[in-house]
């Protein structure tokens, strides 16, 4: 992945240096197991553990020659351990290095993404509390539907984020796995107890039957999770990016003194930190598809999936905590414009308060078929310029059912909004 999409905690796990290291203490993990079963004297294991280490640079030279990144790293490590070094990946297969260290990745990965959302949550709540009362029109298909307030429309957004929390976690139980097992998968050489150790050296748990390989349904399932994760992502970054259009503008992404919105139009103001959340949802999504190539394999194993996954574990979990981290940075610096939230409600007038009027004429002994086309013949004189409620109060079939108070009734907009508290509790913002 460009460094551009890049975050420091994900490099941290994902970057050649953090692979080999993983790769580093699966080897010693294996040894330290084979010499509490015997398997290893001791006397080796204390030199393994005091002397292996490997070098980027000397593990690529190897490379040149095995064409095998994996037994490049154990002749360099093996070397820098001496006579000993014999004993470095004993009875196991290259696969065992490195799914297990796959199974630490990931989990490692799943809980940063964790932590991200939960700073995400953090303030998508902290917004949504200050903007509980905060009324707006809701829109449906583009148009003008009925008010909501700000902070309901972000307690969706929480309680989205709560549900992808729980997915990521309930995904990472899935691919906390690690399989010594050997070359396909029988424990021919190397036995259920030393993996059932090595494993827990490592806090993972063996794969139940596993072949060479772990097999690739817990990652399509983790890689669903990201993609679902990001297609929230995408889902509120889009509807920041609406309400950031000129001719609603109910907020606006921060814009620093001297920011360029465009090479040739000074005075634009872009919302292009949203806008890059969607397109890179686009490559979450794609890359989530790679990996459901790669769930079958022939037989025991074949290499088709090895190198989508050197190009799309690395570069999903970065994208996606890239993606929740700039969020959080967009809403940190979001300016919210309640004033044009409550002038766009009125853009229809009280047309958006039809329902209520129906009902109440539905109440007052109407079937729905006549309540609706009473409220719709004068919202139709409405969406033609009239005033809509001083339209319903001239129509003689209105006023034979609902005294003018209670047409000023149906108008009511605080009582319109009485519930939304309900649903910040129910999100667990209040």
């Known amino acids: 992945m460009i460094e551009r999409y890049c975050t420091p905690e994900m490099t941290a796990v994902w970057s050649r240096e953090a692979k080999y290291r993983r790769w580093l203490e699966v080897e010693l993990a294996v040894c330290r197991a084979h010499a509490e079963?015997?398997?290893?004297?001791?006397?080796?294991?204390?030199?393994?553990?005091?002397?292996?280490?490997?070098?980027?640079?000397?593990?690529d030279e190897i490379e040149r020659q095995t064409?095998?990144?994996?037994?490049?790293?154990?002749?360099?490590?093996?070397?820098?351990?001496?006579?000993?070094?014999?004993?470095i990946h004993f009875g196991i297969t290259s696969y065992d290095v490195i799914d297990t260290a796959l199974g630490m990745m990931m989990?490692?990965?799943?809980?940063?993404?964790?932590?991200?959302?939960?700073?995400?949550?953090?303030?998508?709540?902290?917004?949504?509390?200050?903007?509980?009362?905060?009324?707006?029109?809701?829109?449906?298909?583009?148009?003008?539907?009925?008010?909501?307030?700000?902070?309901?429309?972000?307690?969706?957004?929480?309680?989205?984020?709560?549900?992808?929390?729980?997915r990521v976690e309930f995904a990472k139980r899935g691919i906390s796995v690690g399989k010594i097992s050997g070359a396909v998968g029988v424990h021919a050489i190397v036995s259920p107890e030393l993996e059932k150790r090595v494993c827990e050296l490592l806090d993972l748990k063996p794969d139940e039957a596993s072949t060479q390989i772990v097999s690739r349904d817990r990652m399509a399932h983790l890689f669903g999770v990201l993609a679902t994760t990001a297609g929230s992502l995408e889902r509120f970054a889009t509807e920041l990016?609406?309400?950031?259009?000129?001719?609603?503008?109910?907020?606006?992404?921060?814009?620093?003194?001297?920011?360029?919105?465009?090479?040739?139009?000074?005075?634009?103001?872009?919302?292009?930190?949203?806008?890059?959340?969607?397109g890179l949802a686009r490559i979450v999504r794609s890359n989530a598809a790679a990996v459901f190539e790669s769930q079958a394999t022939?037989?025991?194993?074949?290499?088709?999936?090895?190198?989508?996954?050197?190009?799309?574990?690395?570069?999903?979990?970065?994208?996606?905590?890239?993606?929740?981290?700039?969020?959080?940075?967009?809403?940190?610096?979001?300016?919210?414009?309640?004033?044009?939230?409550?002038?766009?409600?009125?853009?229809?007038?009280?047309?958006?308060?039809?329902?209520?009027?129906?009902?109440?004429?539905?109440?007052?002994?109407?079937?729905?078929?006549?309540?609706?086309a009473a409220a719709q013949r004068n919202a139709a004189k409405a969406w033609a310029g009239e005033d809509f409620k001083t339209c319903l109060k001239q129509d003689e079939e209105i006023r034979s059912k609902l005294s003018e108070a209670e047409i000023e009734e149906c108008f009511d907009l605080r009582r319109h909004l009485r519930f939304v508290e309900h649903t910040l509790r129910a999100a667990g913002i209040l």
């Open 241 to 278: 990016r609406n309400l950031q259009r000129t001719e609603i503008l109910e907020v606006q992404e921060e814009f620093g003194a001297g920011q360029t919105g465009s090479s040739a139009m000074p005075h634009k103001r872009n919302p292009w930190n949203s806008e890059t959340i969607c």
């Open 67 to 87: 064409r095998h990144d994996l037994m490049a790293f154990v002749r360099n490590v093996s070397e820098n351990v001496g006579p000993e070094g014999r004993w």
């Open 298 to 372: 022939w037989h025991e194993r074949d290499l088709t999936n090895s190198s989508v996954e050197r190009v799309v574990l690395p570069d999903t979990f970065q994208l996606v905590d890239f993606m929740i981290q700039k969020l959080t940075s967009i809403l940190n610096g979001l300016k919210i414009f309640p004033e044009a939230m409550a002038e766009n409600m009125k853009r229809l007038g009280d047309l958006v308060f039809s329902e209520h009027l129906m009902l109440a004429l539905i109440k007052k002994g109407l079937t729905r078929e006549e309540a609706y």
């Open 37 to 59: 079963l015997g398997n290893l004297p001791s006397e080796a294991l204390g030199a393994i553990e005091s002397r292996a280490s490997f070098d980027l640079e000397r593990c």
């Open 107 to 166: 989990r490692d990965s799943c809980a940063q993404i964790v932590s991200s959302l939960e700073k995400l949550g953090s303030k998508v709540a902290e917004i949504a509390k200050q903007h509980v009362h905060t009324p707006m029109i809701g829109r449906t298909h583009g148009i003008h539907a009925e008010p909501i307030s700000f902070g309901f429309k972000l307690a969706g957004w929480h309680a989205e984020i709560q549900r992808s929390m729980e």
